[in-house]
């Protein structure tokens, strides 16, 4: 079946560090992908998507590639701040448009920036 | 254009009382989905419903577990006879229809069994 595999956490980096979170998936066909982000106490909120083979996303200075060849959406920023301390989820959705299919979410990466 | 609403944000609850969870949707969203998240765990997908049907609940308990969303007002998730282990983040998500990819999430009920 689909599935997404995140790299371990916790990570733990110094302010304007150079972040990447590695994502690969499993699915047949042409997923979207997404990150979502979750802050302390709160719930998740999209932070990118791609929906097609090499289509970048990118928001608040993070990006992520739709690689097809190595089925990877790493999600990567140049600089962390401390304010981007949370946990970063990847997921997917099948392509499949003519019947119902659920978002797959990965297991979620945490995220701690020190000053 | 307010966002996914839930409420209560937390709630306590004795071991043997019901929780009930309430989610409404971003307007014009007909679809919504509920999620569990343990501490530590990441989301693990519970029910997906549509005005009055349940399409997919696949993932969600076979015992003390329901859904509804009916015609109006907004969807309910029921946990009957609570114990210990149903403490969790329980989010509710929303989409506009069944093309549209991604999911608008809402802030979360901490459930706390004592």
């Known amino acids: 079946g689909d599935s997404v595999t995140q790299m371990e956490g916790p990570v733990t980096l110094s302010e304007e560090a150079f972040l990447t979170i590695n994502c690969t998936y499993t699915a047949t066909g042409y997923p979207s992908l997404f990150w979502y982000v979750q802050y302390p106490g709160e719930g998740l909120q999209l932070l990118l998507k791609a929906t097609k083979a090499d289509d970048k996303g990118s928001n608040k200075g993070f990006e992520a590639t739709y690689r097809k060849e190595t089925t990877s959406f790493h999600l990567e920023k140049g600089s962390v701040q401390v304010s981007d301390s949370a946990v970063y989820f990847c997921a997917l959705k099948p392509s499949r448009e003519t019947s119902y299919d659920k978002v797959i979410f990965g297991p979620g990466t945490s995220l701690s920036v020190i000053p | 254009n307010a966002g996914v609403m839930q409420n209560p944000r937390h709630l306590v609850r004795r071991r043997g009382q019901e929780a009930r969870l309430r989610c409404s949707p971003m307007k014009g969203h007909s679809h919504v989905y509920w999620y569990r998240q343990l501490p530590e765990e990441g989301l693990k997908f519970m029910v997906y419903?549509?005005?009055?049907?349940?399409?997919?609940e696949s993932g969600m308990p076979k015992e003390r577990f329901s859904a509804e969303f009916p015609k109006e007002g907004p969807s309910i998730l029921r946990i009957q006879q609570v114990v210990r282990g149903d403490s969790a983040a329980y989010f509710c998500?929303?989409?506009?229809?069944?093309?549209?990819?991604?999911?608008?999430f809402g802030p979360g009920t901490r459930l706390t069994v004592t």
């Open positions: 419903l549509q005005k009055e049907n349940i399409i997919d």
């Open positions: 998500a929303s989409s506009p229809n069944l093309q549209g990819p991604e999911q608008y």
